[in-house]
Every structure is written in structure tokens, then in C-alpha cells.
């Protein structure tokens, strides 16, 4: 079993024990709710327009399929590896239990600094990628969706492409796509709108007012820019930002629409500023009501947990916060923790939505989107609260628990195969 090394697949064994542990699973039911049923690595070769050929490595990873069809990103980063892909299809699993969506985890991914190609290399690439996994993917096997390093163009590549093989259309092969092929409403922003839904139901519970809360976001990407956009119409004043290529801080408060426009145009969010420019290193350590990783995994460890000046930290990247983290936040009550598979859940469940209105040919406005995101978002989190006050346990601990013991009792009942 050890293919699936590595810190980040470390990370998710090592919680995964430790609910195991509070749920009394048995030591040889462990491994088979643990380890994927299915992992898949792939050679995409792609012409670079400089004429050289360039082969870069692709991975999907299938962690079970007792629920329904495997759901999941495809990531494109340098970082990406087996174990990688392994522990994101492993969260995957337990978000969906948790959010109540008839789907396994999935994850895919190619390491591959998409910044790096041309539109034309990245539309090679996700093609070649997307026509390797064929004989592996389906509406009703595995359903891909974007993640870090891909969008709604990527998606619309790999349904194309999907699509040219079958000889049909078959829009319900990917979500995340654009509205004008089959795309949802609210897709892009489901993720975003979603942490900032969840801050707001916690500073309720907090006592804190959404107007004037200050709040910190690092990623400006699909998860990051939406968060920021959504926490500063509630009336939050949004202190700080970073992507990779920029941070930004302003203890007045950064100008949100100003920022957007820029990155839309830029790509990035470099080149704003000269004057706001702050240390990356210290932005997740400023004091604020409302703290938001969402770029990557491991950014907040045991150290930096002990500095953490936030009073919510909404998770919207998957993972980003370590067990040796968890430790510290547990000893740290004054902080209350959205943990990752809720608070990023908007996604997966509005790609449920796109899903089954593929399949049907039956598209709902915005305003349905929105609303039945925010009463599926709203149950996941009652659920949370409430388990984690009966059993004393962390918000983190309940949500977890929640998603393995669904994937658990479905696996007793069902046998060996899925
Ligand atoms: P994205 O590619 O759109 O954006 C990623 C952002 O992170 C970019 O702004 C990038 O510059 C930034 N970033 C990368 N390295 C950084 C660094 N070292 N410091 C600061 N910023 C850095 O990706 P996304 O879709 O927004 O995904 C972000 C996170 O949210 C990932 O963990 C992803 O798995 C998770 N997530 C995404 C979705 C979704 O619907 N897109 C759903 C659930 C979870």
C-alpha cells in the first residue's frame, strides 16, 4: 500500500486514524476504508510551441464507489504526485458523506506548472489527459470538475473531448463547465459563496457582527477571489490577500472590486500595488475576526497555529492546516475552526446540482442554485455543531466523523465489491 506517500497522504492517514480511533473501527476494517480502489497513472506527451515535445505525468485516483460514481478535481501543479491525488480523493469521500451527495471521492491531476504553457499547450495537454482517462471515466463511474490550476475552459475541454469519442454529446462527464455547455448557474462562485456562507453562520454563533469583521484570504484564485468578493458584500472589511506572485495588506482595508478587476485582467495579483505590498510569510499571523487559506494544503502547522490572531478560520483550500496544527487549534477554543470538508463543500455540491441537471436536460435559475446550496450547506453544518457538542469533540473531528461512519455503515451493508 505505501505507492501513497508522501506528507500530504500522511496527513490524511493520520486523521483518518484518529476518527477511526473515536469511532471504534476495527483494526482490519482500517485499510479498506482508507485505500483507494483505484489509481491510475497516465503519459501525456504535448508538442511546446517551441517545436520540443514535452511528456508530463498524470494521476486519477478512484477512493471508492459504494455510494454512487467517484466525483472529484483535476489539479494541474508542480506539486502533484500520487500520494497527492490520494489524500484529496480521500477528503473528497468524506465531504460528500458529509454534505449527504450520492458520490465516492475522487482527485486527478498532472504535474505541470500550468502557468508555465501556452493556451494552446494547456488545451493540448488537457486534451491528451482527458483521452488517456476514457477507458476510466463516465456519468456514472467518475465525474471530473476543476481544482488548483484549472477552470472552466480545461472543463470544457475534457467534455469535448470525451464527447468527439463517444460521438455524442455527453455534458454530464465533467462539472465545472461553462454555462453556454451545459455549465450550472453559480458553479464558479459556488465554492467561494459557500466559506462565506458558513463565516457568517459562525460569527452568528460567535456573537460577531458581519459589519465591519476583518477578514484575511490567501489564494486569489477561483476559491479565494469569491471568498473575498462574498465576505465584503456581507460588509466585512477584507484586510489582506496573497496569490502566488503577490500579498497585499492594508489595516484600512483593501479595495475588493479594485482587486478583482485587476486580476481578472492581470491573471495575477501582482502589479496592484507597490505601497500595500506585505510579507506573504507573516499575512496568516495578523490580527483578524475571519482568517481564509485558499491556495494550498499545509500552510498552517504547529507553529504557526500557536499565532494564529483570527476568531474563525474557514478553510476554504483542502487541507491546510496540519494535525500537529490540529493539536494547538484544539487547546486554542477562542478559535472557531470551519474545517475543510465543510467549509469548501459549495463546490462538490453545486457540481452535484450541474450533475443531475445534465442527466435530466433541465436547468434551474440562480436563485434555486443558491438557495438549495445554502440549505445543504446550513444541514452539514447543524450536523457538525451539534455532533461535536454531544460528543465533545473538535468541529473538525465531527464533521470527519460524520463523513467516514456514512462511507463505513453503506460499505458493512453492501460487501466486499464496491
Ligand atoms: P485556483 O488555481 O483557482 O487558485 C489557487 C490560488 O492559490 C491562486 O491565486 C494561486 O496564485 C494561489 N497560490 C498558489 N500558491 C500560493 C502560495 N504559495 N501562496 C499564496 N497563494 C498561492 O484554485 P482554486 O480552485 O481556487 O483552489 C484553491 C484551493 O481550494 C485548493 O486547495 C482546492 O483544492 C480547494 N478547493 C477548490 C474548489 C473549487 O471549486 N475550485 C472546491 C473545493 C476546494
Not at 493540448?124 to 456514472?140: D, T
Amino acid at each position: 500500500m505505501n505507492i501513497y506517500s508522501g506528507p500530504v497522504f500522511d496527513m490524511a492517514r493520520t486523521q483518518f486514524h484518529s476518527i477511526a480511533d473515536h469511532l471504534d473501527i476495527p483494526a482490519d476494517e482500517r485499510d479498506r476504508l482508507l485505500y483507494p480502489k483505484r489509481a491510475i497513472a497516465v503519459s501525456c506527451p504535448v508538442h511546446r510551441d517551441d517545436g520540443r515535445l514535452a511528456v508530463y505525468q498524470g494521476f486519477r485516483v478512484q477512493h471508492h464507489l459504494t455510494l454512487g460514481p467517484t466525483k472529484g478535481g483535476t489539479r494541474f501543479a508542480p506539486s502533484v504526485d500520487i500520494g497527492e491525488v490520494a489524500a484529496l480523493a480521500v477528503w473528497m469521500s468524506w465531504k460528500c458523506a458529509l454534505a449527504g451527495l450520492p458520490y465516492g471521492g475522487a482527485k486527478g491531476g498532472v504535474t505541470v506548472d500550468p502557468y508555465s504553457l501556452s493556451l494552446r499547450e494547456l488545451e493540448g495537454l488537457s486534451r491528451r489527459y482527458m483521452q488517456e482517462m476514457i477507458p476510466f471515466v463516465g456519468p456514472h463511474t467518475d465525474v471530473m470538475a476543476p481544482d488548483m490550476g484549472t477552470n472552466e475552459q480545461v472543463m470544457a475541454w475534457f467534455m469535448d473531448t470525451y464527447s468527439m469519442y463517444q460521438g455524442q454529446t455527453v455534458t454530464e462527464i465533467v462539472t465545472g463547465k461553462p454555462v453556454a455547455t451545459g455549465g450550472t448557474l453559480g458553479r464558479r462562485e459556488a465554492t467561494g459563496r459557500g466559506v462565506a456562507y458558513l463565516v457568517e453562520r459562525a460569527m452568528d454563533r460567535l456573537g460577531l457582527p458581519m459589519t465591519g469583521a476583518t477578514a484575511i484570504v490567501q489564494g486569489f484564485g477561483n476559491v479565494g477571489s469569491v471568498t473575498a468578493a462574498a465576505l465584503a458584500a456581507r460588509g466585512a472589511k477584507v484586510l489582506g490577500v496573497a496569490d502566488h506572485t503577490a500579498c497585499y495588506f492594508d489595516p484600512k482595508g483593501l479595495d475588493v472590486p479594485a482587486l478583482l478587476r485587476h486580476a481578472a485582467v492581470a491573471g495575477k495579483l501582482a502589479g496592484f500595488s507597490n505601497e500595500l505590498a506585505f510579507d506573504p510569510a507573516a499575512l496568516l499571523e495578523q490580527p483578524c475576526d475571519i482568517l481564509v487559506p485558499a491556495a494550498m494544503e499545509r500552510v498552517i502547522d504547529g507553529a504557526t497555529a500557536q499565532r494564529l490572531q483570527c476568531r474563525v478560520l474557514a478553510e476554504g483550500a483542502n487541507g491546510p492546516t496540519t494535525p500537529d496544527a490540529d493539536a494547538v487549534l484544539q487547546l486554542r477554543p477562542e478559535i472557531f475552526v470551519i474545517p475543510d470538508i465543510l467549509c469548501n463543500a459549495g463546490g462538490v455540491i453545486v457540481s452535484y446540482f450541474e450533475w443531475i441537471q445534465d442527466l435530466q436536460q433541465f436547468f434551474w435559475d440562480e436563485a434555486e442554485v443558491n438557495d438549495r446550496l445554502y440549505r445543504a450547506l446550513q444541514r452539514a453544518f447543524v450536523q457538525v455543531l451539534d455532533r461535536a457538542a454531544r460528543e465533545k469533540v473538535s468541529n473538525r473531528t465531527a464533521a470527519m466523523a460524520i463523513g467516514v461512519a456514512k462511507v463505513r455503515d453503506a460499505k458493512r451493508v453492501r460487501g466486499l465489491f464496491p
